[in-house]
């Protein structure tokens, strides 16, 4: 005679889990192969068919743009978690050269997003990244899709990016050569805590996540010298919503990304002990990171 085995609450809460990231997981890779057309015929037109299931057509309202930024933004944690099960996803070097592409083309819709939501909040900078020969610092650029993406938006401004990485920065030579703005994006090898120009960038970006502790507190106030008078720093971090599953996912993507934790008041300390006045942590939509900026004094 076969005991039965006894169903623990713990078993049983698992196997739900499971369940729904099984389902989540093909769900979001469904996306990704309808929108970049990935995969033979019979896969894609299966694709389509879970996303109609899911009550989005993605044959109507999509435009091209909005197409490839989603595909890369659904795939990028695919691939993140893939290779974190894999061993090698601790650090960006471990990452297969499709993640981190993926991650850039993700990355890249922040310049867009920051055009609208974040340029008509800091006072002065339009017009400073109008300016002929502007310059924008982008530390941890990685394929340096994000420092592409601002020299788009804005005709007058090079962008400068920083990266640790030489086989990120290769993939970020690629990038720049394969865009419209080659002469006004430059990458460079370099941690930005031994940054060391002064007044020469009208604004920087430093993406908390993907900077380690070390790295992002030495290298604030770095960046703050090295804004103009009147320049903004701005620093991405994540959101904390009191919400415990939320807030848990936001820590464990920080620590598998080797990046820093910040809520608003540390991000904020951050700036003000940099040096830095006008420090505030911008409102963004649901979904979007957390924006918290500092200027340098104007002359």
């Known amino acids: 005679m ?19 990231g099984d389902r989540a997981a093909w769900s979001t890779t469904a996306l990704v192969v ?31 743009l909005d197409r490839r930024g989603a595909a890369a933004q659904a795939a990028a944690p ?50 400073a990244l109008a ?3 502007a310059r924008m610092l982008d530390v941890g650029t990685g394929v340096a899709a994000l420092a592409v993406a ?12 920083l990266d640790v990485l030489p086989r990120v920065l290769a993939l970020a030579g690629g990038t720049v050569a ?5 002469e006004r994006v430059v990458v460079r090898e370099q941690d930005v805590s031994t940054l060391d120009e002064y007044a020469t960038y009208a604004l920087a970006w430093l993406p908390a996540p993907f900077l380690p502790e070390s790295a992002l507190r030495a290298g604030v106030p770095r960046v703050a010298g090295a804004l ?7 620093v991405g971090h994540r959101k904390f919503t009191n919400e415990p599953v939320e807030d848990a996912l936001t820590r464990f993507k920080t620590v598998a990304y080797g990046g820093t934790t910040l809520d608003n008041d540390q991000a904020q300390s951050l700036l003000r002990n940099a040096g830095l006045s006008d420090v505030a942590t911008l409102p963004t939509p649901a979904g979007a990171p957390a924006l918290t900026v500092g200027r340098r004094q104007p002359a």
């Open 78 to 127: 695919l691939l993140q978690t893939a290779a974190l099960l894999g061993g090698d996803g601790q650090l960006w070097a471990g990452q297969s050269d499709e993640a981190l592409l993926a991650q850039g083309r993700a990355s890249a819709q922040g310049a867009a997003f920051f055009l609208q939501f974040g340029l008509p909040m800091l006072s002065g900078l339009a017009e």
């Open 34 to 64: 309808a929108l970049s057309d990935r995969g033979p015929e019979d896969q894609r037109r299966a694709a389509v068919m879970v996303l109609r299931a899911l009550g989005l057509d993605v044959e109507e309202g999509l435009s091209e």
């Open 178 to 182: 394969a865009s419209s703005v080659a």
């Open 228 to 234: 103009v008078p009147g320049g903004w720093v701005m």
């Open 131 to 133: 300016r002929p020969g």
């Open 150 to 161: 601002y020299a788009e938006l804005f005709p007058a401004l090079t962008v400068v990016g």
């Open 2 to 20: 076969v005991k039965a085995m006894s169903v623990t609450a713990a078993d049983e809460r698992a196997r739900q889990i499971v369940h729904s």
